[in-house]
């Protein structure tokens, strides 16, 4: 569908492009997860519990940022959109590629590219900052899957050091977890979790995140926070999923928490006082990903919420970075000193972004306090109090410092350079984000019984030791 978006001359005609594929793919990945038949196709490509989970968020969320761009890019008749519609459409299948990937090698090459396709979406407004962001999403991001690919080869080399066949297969590297080399597999854990963890935007790997965030259209930033993150935690849950099989679990946990506490901790500080609301949600994000590795470290009794929070920030982070866009697309800015009075002049996305904030700081009852709060329980039942502790006081924090930034946004009376931009709330613009906006609130009332079958799934099978 890339190449034919590519070959499409109509600038109008081609975004529809699309939401075609999107529903396609939408309907092809509830075919799969509905036949179990089909999820194993041979050793190479495994769809996977953990990667259910995450292949049904990015298709979810890709269907509604979908429709959403239809509306955006009916806007941007100014220039061509046939490089951002080759890219997103690009972007769902190497997102899938990652998700299917029971290889090693194959599942970094997946995310390699989806480094790839996304630079492009990042450049599209065509200015100095955002050439200034491309570069650096580029160029951390590069470091960052170089080192995850020396990872890699070390967790081969572990299993060669002790005179084993060396593989990159999956299943295979678990069978043979037990037997790997300690130390080769500890170095190789470090690398893995400093590269996908740059692709995450865990803190300190995270400088290319303000930046990209703040500088990409608000569907592109949605999908990166929704998408590529997540895809970069299922590369770790799986390494991490090695290391628990090879009896190591206690070695990772000290890095995922303190990697966990650190992120919330950095994006708690960047929080206060920020003005951009762009460069705040890039710090939420921030936060966000070092949630899902402090859960992933406490382990168990958190491992539910671990996998439930991936779903409900996504889709949050979905409703943010849309009704966000809308804003800034409608007073010209991002900065609180011009945006302000945003319920008056956009009720719709005023309301949305101050729903979302309310959602992705874990007020209830929205689905992100369930998972937190299943998240917080796991780390008491693991007899963690000062992690709990932690985790309370920096919610707090970010909850204080995202809080005001919000509220300048939202409230007040708009100054009178608001009426130079006639941008209003359209259909296609605001649906997407009020639907993200009805299943987060969905989640945190009622989950459905497949989707929570899909998480217990994913929970048994990271616990589960061939």
Known sequence: MAFVALAIPSNRY?????????????????FALTR????????????????????????TLFLLCSFYTVGYLKIKVDRSNRAFTACLLSFIGVVSLVTWSHHLGLMWVAIEATTLVTAPLIYFNQNQRSIEATWKYLLIGSVGIALALLGTFFI???SLHEGLESTLTFDDVLRIAPKLSKPWLHAGFILL?????????????????PDAYG????????????GVTSCAFLALLRFYHICHVAGDSDFTAKLLLFLGIFSMALAGVFMVGQRDFKRM????SVEHMGILVLGLGIGGPALFGTMLHVITNGLTKGVLFLSAGNIHRSFGSKSTDQVRGALRRLPLS???????????????????FISEFAILNGAFAADRFVVAGLF???????????????????????????NQVPYRDGFLTAAPALVCMLLVLMLGLYIPPPLRRLIEDAVLYLEAKP
């Open 14 to 30: 081609r975004p529809l492009l699309l939401p075609i594929t999107a529903i396609a793919h939408t309907s092809m990945t509830v």
């Open 36 to 59: 179990p038949d089909l999820l194993t196709t041979n050793e190479w490509l495994m769809l996977d519990p953990p990667g259910r989970i995450v292949l049904l968020l990015v298709s």
């Open 156 to 158: 081969a080399y572990a």
């Open 193 to 209: 979790l400093v590269g996908y963890g740059t692709k995450m935007g865990l803190a300190p790997m995270h400088t290319w995140k």
């Open 215 to 226: 500088e990409a259209p608000g569907v592109v930033g949605a999908l990166l926070a929704g």
């Open 281 to 284: 949600l890039a710090y939420s």
């Open 350 to 368: 005023g309301t949305l972004f101050l729903a979302g904030f309310l959602a992705i700081t874990g007020s209830p009852p929205f689905g992100p």
């Open 392 to 418: 309370l006081f920096l919610l707090l924090v970010v909850f204080i410092g995202m809080g005001a930034t919000v509220l300048h946004v939202v409230q007040g009376r708009a100054g009178p350079a608001e």
